[in-house]
């Protein structure tokens, strides 16, 4: 069983940044692709950025292109998001997982962008 946990949330102001971690813990394995996803109040779940295992390949959504950053370190079996510019569009609870969402969901991070 799988363990995720998302932190580095927070209320920030439009065009600040953030960078959000997420931490697996039990029965990982360095050798998934892993990506955030968020979800706003009233929405689906929705895709923001994949990385492969090896972090040498990154997939975003369009609405975060060229302002999300997408890493990972697979020692620490950490996943990382950095959000510059962000926007208040961008406010939603952020999840990470595997890409194709094998795992159980953790709580996700908060992250709410004001105007």
């Known amino acids: 069983q799988v363990q995720l946990v998302e932190s580095g949330g927070g209320l920030v102001q439009a065009g600040d940044s953030l960078r959000l971690s997420c931490a697996a813990s039990?029965?990982?394995?360095?050798?998934?692709?892993m990506g955030w996803f968020r979800q706003a109040p009233g929405k689906e779940r929705e895709f923001v950025a994949a990385?492969?295992?090896?972090?040498?390949?990154?997939y975003y959504a369009d609405s975060v292109k060229g302002r999300f950053t997408i890493s990972r370190d697979n020692a620490k079996k950490t996943v990382y998001l950095q959000m510059n510019s962000l926007k208040p569009e961008d406010t939603a609870v952020y999840y990470c997982?595997?890409?194709?969402?094998?795992?159980?969901w953790g709580q996700g991070t908060q992250v709410t962008v004001s105007s």
């Open positions: 990385i492969n295992w090896s972090g040498g390949n990154t």
């Open positions: 997982n595997t890409r194709t969402a094998l795992w159980s």
């Open positions: 039990g029965r990982t394995s360095s050798n998934y692709a």
